[in-house]
Structures are given as structure tokens and as C-alpha cells.
Nanobody, 123 residues
Framework: QVQLVESGGGLVQAGGSLRLSCVASGRTFSNDAVGWFRQAPGKEREFVAAIRWSGGSTYYEDSMKGRFTISRDNAKNTVYLQMNSLKPDDTAVYYC????????????????WGQGTQVTVSS
């Protein structure tokens, strides 16, 4: 059973930065991937970024490129999402998700999800 725990959310002013963390446990990750998603009130969940556990290849939603950076620390089983130049529109609950036994890149679906961490950007 894979468990994902997000942290690092909070309240920040527009233009500020936050770094979210996703600690994964329950298996030794290899041919897997972890992605970040977000869901704002009244909106559908949207993809933000993903990273392959082996090799570190990354993939971003086009609108997130340049401001958001996904990375991982294999030794800590942790994936990060560095968010810079935050805007009020970035306000959402941010989730990390794991895709096991990767077949294609980027993943079309994810198997496990965390509980989410709230990010609020004030204007």
C-alpha cells in the first residue's frame, strides 16, 4: 500500500513562493512516477507537473512552465514542487499522486493520491 503525504501549503502574498513536499512510503520506487495536481473551489482538478522516479524526467502543464519546478530526492522518497511568482489564481488544494509500473510518459492515470495541502495566495 502506497501512502503519500503532502505538506508545505499555506498563505502567501502574490509574488511569493512556496515549496510543497510529498513524502511517499510503502514501496521502493523505481519505474514509477509522481505528479502534482491542483483543484480550486468550483473547478475541476488540473494537472500541474510530473516526474519520473528513475532518471528524473519532468513534464509540465504548459501554463505552469517557468514558475513551477518539480524535483525529487530519492534518498528521502520525497517529491517537491517549488512554486514561484505565485498568483491569486494559484489558490487551490494541491495533491500529489503516484503512478506505479510506468508504461507511458507522461502517465495517463495515477493509482494513489495524497490528502492534499491548501495553498492560498492573497492579492
Amino acid at each position: 500500500q502506497v501512502q503519500l503525504v503532502e505538506s508545505g501549503g499555506g498563505l502567501v502574498q502574490a509574488g511569493g513562493s512556496l515549496r510543497l513536499s510529498c513524502v511517499a512510503s510503502g514501496r521502493t520506487f523505481s519505474n514509477d512516477a509522481v505528479g502534482w495536481f491542483r483543484q480550486a473551489p468550483g473547478k475541476e482538478r488540473e494537472f500541474v507537473a510530473a516526474i519520473r522516479w528513475s532518471g528524473g524526467s519532468t513534464y509540465y502543464e504548459d501554463s505552469m512552465k517557468g514558475r513551477f519546478t518539480i524535483s525529487r530526492d530519492n534518498a528521502k522518497n520525497t517529491v517537491y514542487l517549488q512554486m514561484n511568482s505565485l498568483k491569486p489564481d494559484d489558490t487551490a488544494v494541491y495533491y500529489c499522486a503516484a503512478r506505479l509500473f510506468l508504461i507511458s510518459w507522461p502517465p495517463a492515470r495515477y493509482d494513489y493520491w495524497g490528502q492534499g495541502t491548501q495553498v492560498t495566495v492573497s492579492s
